[in-house]
């Protein structure tokens, strides 16, 4: 065995992840919010298929109806949610007036730390956010989640996306903007609210 393939106890990582598969009951609905919410290209359509991309990957997320499927059940194990990044916080709010005027809202507009983002849902439930990255180097986001802060208020620093966007507007410095706001302690127990907010947001036509 070549030196660079002697087993270090950990399998080799892929290089990306490529794709989400959604499978649903409501395949018009979701492949129209989908196409809507991420700006996406319909690569591939039949009457039970959808490959979506909004980037240079041929799909980044696929839509299948499946015969048989019930509504999503909150109560069992699964994906939480699925994050999309902005390159700065102009975008973000740039897609989430448009997204807006469509009647796609967040239902959770939250400041982590590591990132400043906004939770929505599609039509089945699933929770979707978008995110900006509040750190330029990686490295420094790390070490944020690793400090006492972010083990004392993991979930976040909440904020109206019409204030942030409007300071974004007026030209306040990004930089600042993205500094999370200490609220003191914040854990589990605010977990049932942030997720009815998030399961009534509204998801358009």
């Not at 929770?127 to 990686?138: C, G, I, M, R, S």
């Not at 986001?141 to 007026?170: I, K």
Request: glycine fraction near 8%; proline fraction near 5%; include cysteine.
């Amino acid at each position: 065995m070549a030196s660079s393939e002697k087993s270090t106890g950990k399998v080799l990582s892929p290089s990306k992840l490529a794709h989400v598969v959604l499978r649903t009951n409501k395949f018009d609905q979701m492949r129209a919010f989908y196409k809507t919410f991420l700006g996406a290209d319909e690569i591939f359509a039949n009457e039970m298929m959808a490959f979506l991309s909004y980037d240079d990957e041929h799909h980044r997320i696929a839509i299948i109806q499946v015969p048989g499927v019930r509504d999503k059940d909150y109560d069992t194990c699964g994906l939480e949610h699925i994050a999309f990044t902005f390159d700065s916080l102009k975008d973000l709010c740039t897609a989430y007036k448009q997204r807006k005027a469509v009647g796609i809202e967040p239902g959770w507009c939250t400041n982590h730390g590591p990132t400043t983002s906004m939770y929505y849902r599609d039509p089945d439930g699933n929770q979707l956010e978008t995110q900006v990255d509040n750190f330029a180097d990686p490295e420094k986001a790390t070490a944020m989640m690793a400090g006492d802060l972010y083990r004392e208020n993991f979930l976040g620093s909440d904020f109206d996306p019409e204030e942030l966007c409007l300071n974004v507007e007026g030209g306040a410095d990004e930089e600042k903007l993205k500094v999370r706001k200490e609220v003191g302690p914040r854990g589990g127990e605010s977990l049932p609210a942030i997720l009815a907010s998030i399961r009534s947001a509204p998801v358009g036509a």
